[in-house]
């Protein structure tokens, strides 16, 4: 039976297990925390990672967890509404929609569905020799580990990326993010609605993650190293967002300071390879792209199901993770691309280019809506 190294507890790694063990193999996951803890507040996930989670069993669980989403609506603080996209007509296609839930939650239902014996909590990985036949990985505490593969699922600054590829530099994309969960209940008009409205340097997006509880996140144009490790007053953010429509400067009252975390976004532009030997990198490690399409955790999820066919297929480990590697860098180096682009555009300061932008995405085809969405949601099988 192939022995499997992942490296990294979050959603990518603990997908990769559970595909993997699902599939035979013997996965084992390696977390560097003495407990699994979650970064950032919530997570969308698209109508294509809840595809690959139904083939691992896990849609109905992550689904009871979650709110399921009828819709998404792009707004601009002046002008409106943009754009409208009616998840039903998603849902009646694929049989499922966008789930809207808490990371804890998420991480939560994934490590409930890997073999308790497989997941190895205080590992921190320092080191990692490969040879013809196997690898080793070496972790602080003086233990190490054996296996035929090790995956790099250790998210965007990763040890295992930065140890076969050191060239490899971050990107900043310009703005820096609050983020929150806010102790309410949305009007019932948007109780199953995602809203991200534009505001020339700002954004905001939120949507309903379980009961009284609303994720949201602010994007701000600033420069590189403004996220901070003092506490955040609610009040700094209601007055930056004072102009914002109803129900987004309740939604900031609304949140406890203790639950606002500020980051930088960073990504990294796409990577010729993910592989070297019998090591291979997943989610964010190999393709960390900034969270404007909703994609991140979703892409990590699409990598751990197309891993895990490769490794079970009876190709040797190098062809194996080359087959990965191959079926998957497409989708994603256009999705890093686009989801920069998107930043970019949702930043735009001037007046009248953004009259023009809005413009643009009012009147944009119905075809070439759908289109858009075809491409994000559709699982490549």
């Not at 967890?65 to 943009?82: S, T, Y």
């Not at 390879?273 to 999820?301: C, E, F, K, S």
Request: charge should be neutral; glycine fraction near 10%; include cysteine.
């Amino acid at each position: 039976m192939r022995k499997v190294l992942v490296v990294g507890g979050g959603i990518g790694g603990l997908t990769t297990a559970r595909a993997l063990q699902q599939r035979g193999l013997d996965a084992h996951v390696y977390e560097s925390a003495v407990e699994l803890q979650t970064v950032g507040k919530g997570v969308w996930l698209s109508t294509n990672a809840m595809l690959v989670l139904e083939r691992l069993d896990l849609d109905d669980a992550v689904a009871q967890r979650g709110v399921l989403l009828d819709r998404i609506e792009l707004r601009d603080e002046d002008d409106g509404l943009l754009m409208s996209i009616d998840l039903g007509r998603i849902k009646a296609k694929y049989g499922h929609t966008t789930v809207s839930i808490h990371r804890a939650e998420l991480q939560r239902v994934l490590a409930e569905h890997v073999d308790p014996d497989t997941l190895h909590l205080g590992k921190e990985c320092i080191g990692f020799e490969q040879a013809d036949d196997g690898v080793s990985v070496q972790f602080a505490d003086g233990t190490q580990a054996e296996g035929d593969v090790l995956v790099g699922a250790d998210g965007i600054n990763s040890a295992i990326r930065c140890a076969l590829f050191p060239t490899v530099r971050l990107r900043y994309a310009g703005q820096t993010c609050y983020r929150g969960v806010a102790n309410m209940e949305l009007p019932d008009a948007l109780a199953r609605t995602c809203w991200e409205v534009w505001g020339g340097e700002v954004r905001f997006g939120f949507s309903a993650i379980g009961a009284r509880a609303v994720y949201w996140f602010a994007p701000v144009t600033a420069p590189a190293g403004s996220a901070r490790s003092d506490g955040i007053e609610p009040k700094e953010l209601v007055e930056r967002y004072a102009s914002f429509p109803s129900p987004i400067p309740e939604i900031i009252e609304g949140t406890p300071a203790e639950e606002i975390i500020l980051t930088d976004l960073y990504d990294f532009p796409p990577m010729k390879r993910w592989r070297q030997g019998r090591v291979v990198l997943i989610g964010d490690a190999a393709h960390a792209m900034t969270p404007n399409l909703g994609q991140g955790g979703a892409q990590a999820i699409e990598d751990a199901l197309v891993l895990a066919r490769t490794l079970s297929s009876g190709l040797t480990a190098g062809e194996a993770l080359r087959e990965y590697e191959h079926r998957r860098r497409s989708r994603v180096r256009r999705m890093v691309k686009t989801a920069w682009r998107y930043g970019k555009v949702a930043h735009i300061r001037n007046r009248s280019m953004r009259k023009l932008r809005n413009a643009g995405l009012r009147w944009s085809p119905e075809w070439l809506q759908r289109r858009q969405i075809e491409w994000l949601y559709a699982l490549e099988d």
